[in-house]
């Protein structure tokens, strides 16, 4: 399965969001390891989002005596808080998202400028 890497992020910025860490608070890396398998994503997933999350800016990383911590910097903070509303259903995924005019079977469409036919009875 190929995921793709804003959704890993995302996931990653979730789980600081659902703690209420604000910028410039920081998480363990070990604290995100236990907090992942919620993400339903493979731990290697994680790695690589925390790396792009690092390169992007949107996360710092700092090593001390306690291991290594993950700081949330003002962008990575600005990201995480806008997330947009998961879709109501599994079907509004596969709905196009404009209603698109379907044509009426069994009625032929006739173009604007055609007007009605005449019986021959009709004419005087």
Do not use: Y
């Amino acid at each position: 399965m190929n995921v793709d890497h804003k959704v890993m992020q995302d996931a990653v910025l979730q789980i600081f969001a659902a703690q209420e860490i604000p910028a410039g608070g920081h998480l363990s890396l070990e604290f995100l390891r236990a907090r992942w398998p919620g993400a339903r994503l493979r731990r290697g997933d994680l790695v690589q989002a925390v790396r792009q999350l690092v390169f992007s800016g949107e996360l710092e990383l700092d090593e001390d005596g306690d291991g290594v911590q993950l700081i949330l910097t003002e962008r990575g903070f600005l990201r995480g808080s806008v997330q947009a509303p998961p879709p109501k259903s599994f079907w509004s995924l596969l709905l196009p998202k404009k209603a698109a005019l379907m044509p009426v079977v069994g009625r032929k469409a006739e173009p604007a400028a055609v007007q009605p036919r005449r019986r021959s009875s009709d004419v005087a």
